[in-house]
């Protein structure tokens, strides 16, 4: 599904977003998986970037029987469509040990940019053996072309685990 989309840098109204739900996920993450083994692709780990990659990895882990998880903790996002200059990678740093010669499916939500999984993409190809991204949504202006993509949209997203805000405030905000 093609998505028209928003003038850049305003600030998307409900009318000019893509809404994915919980059971909505549940297809994409399915459909994105199946992509995946019809390419008879066989990652030898699902390496996710969080936050919310979390969500996309745990689906395609279990749906493509991969129990080897790894986690990249990338801060790009500030707010909607507020980022900073370049992503920063957050520790802990995977052990490049830990991915040394494996086949890596890099999972993500969005390739919005594609800085952040460019970030990504650069650390592991000195490292692994392969590398391949799969996302649920890829936008136009992404400067990187992922392998496996559900859907693409021009749209700012409406994700199901971060469009309402945290319930507590009791720790000083992190931001995206």
Excluded at 128 to 143: D, F, L, M, N, Q
Aim: charged content about 25%; hydrophobic content about 40%; glycine content about 8%.
């Amino acid at each position: 599904m093609e998505s028209t989309g928003t003038n850049p840098g305003s600030v998307p109204g409900d009318d000019e977003r893509e809404e994915l739900t919980w059971s909505l996920f549940g297809r994409a993450t399915r459909e994105l998986a199946q992509q995946i083994a019809d390419d008879d692709y066989r990652p030898d780990l699902v390496l996710s970037i969080a936050r919310g990659g979390l969500f996309t990895a745990g689906a395609l882990g279990y749906a493509l029987n991969v129990k080897n998880l790894h986690v990249m903790n990338v801060k790009f996002y500030t707010g909607v469509d507020q980022r900073l200059d370049m992503p920063v990678v957050l520790p802990p740093v995977p052990d490049p040990v830990d991915l040394s010669g494996a086949r890596v499916l890099v999972a993500d939500d969005v390739a919005d940019t594609g800085a952040t999984l460019r970030l990504v993409e650069e650390f592991c190809a000195r490292h692994v053996a392969e590398v391949r991204c799969a996302v649920i949504y890829e936008k136009p202006r992404s400067s990187v072309r992922c392998e496996y993509v559900w859907r693409h949209t021009d749209r700012w997203i409406n994700f199901p685990w971060s469009v309402d805000g945290p319930v507590h405030s009791g720790r000083p905000n992190q931001d995206a």
